[in-house]
C-alpha cells in the first residue's frame, strides 16, 4: 500500500506555469506506476499524463500534450507534474495516483491508491 499527497496547486493567470508534486509513503513507490488525472466540476476524471515504474516511459493526455511534463523521483518517493502555457481549460482539482492493475494508463479504474487532491486555477 502507498499513501499519496498532492501539492503545489494554486491560482494562476493564463500563459503561467505550475509545479504539482506528489509525495509518496511507503517503500514501495518505485514498484507502481504512476498517474496525474484531473477533475473539474461537473465533468469526468481525466488522464493528464503517466509514468512507468522506473521513469522510462510517459504518456500524456492530448490536451496536455507539449505543455505538461511528468517526472519521478524513486530515491525521494516523489512525481512531479511541470505544468507550463496554462489555460484557463486546466482549471480543476488535480490527483496523483499509484496503477495496480493491467490495463491502459489512461483508464483511472487502474488505479488503486489515489491522493486528496490540490486546486489549480487558471484566470483569463
Known amino acids: 500500500q502507498v499513501q499519496l499527497v498532492e501539492s503545489g496547486g494554486g491560482l494562476v493567470q493564463a500563459g503561467a506555469s505550475l509545479r504539482l508534486s506528489c509525495a509518496a509513503s511507503g517503500r514501495t513507490f518505485n514498484t507502481y506506476a504512476m498517474g496525474w488525472f484531473r477533475q473539474a466540476p461537473g465533468k469526468e476524471r481525466e488522464f493528464v499524463a503517466a509514468?512507468?515504474?522506473?521513469?522510462?516511459?510517459?504518456y500524456y493526455g492530448d490536451s496536455v500534450k507539449g505543455r505538461f511534463t511528468i517526472s519521478r523521483d524513486n530515491a525521494k518517493n516523489t512525481m512531479p507534474l511541470q505544468m507550463n502555457s496554462l489555460k484557463p481549460e486546466d482549471t480543476a482539482v488535480y490527483y496523483c495516483a499509484a496503477k495496480q492493475r493491467f490495463g491502459t494508463y489512461s483508464d483511472y479504474r487502474n488505479y488503486a491508491y489515489w491522493g486528496q487532491g490540490t486546486q489549480v486555477t487558471v484566470s483569463s
Open positions: 509514468i512507468t515504474r522506473n521513469g522510462g516511459d510517459t
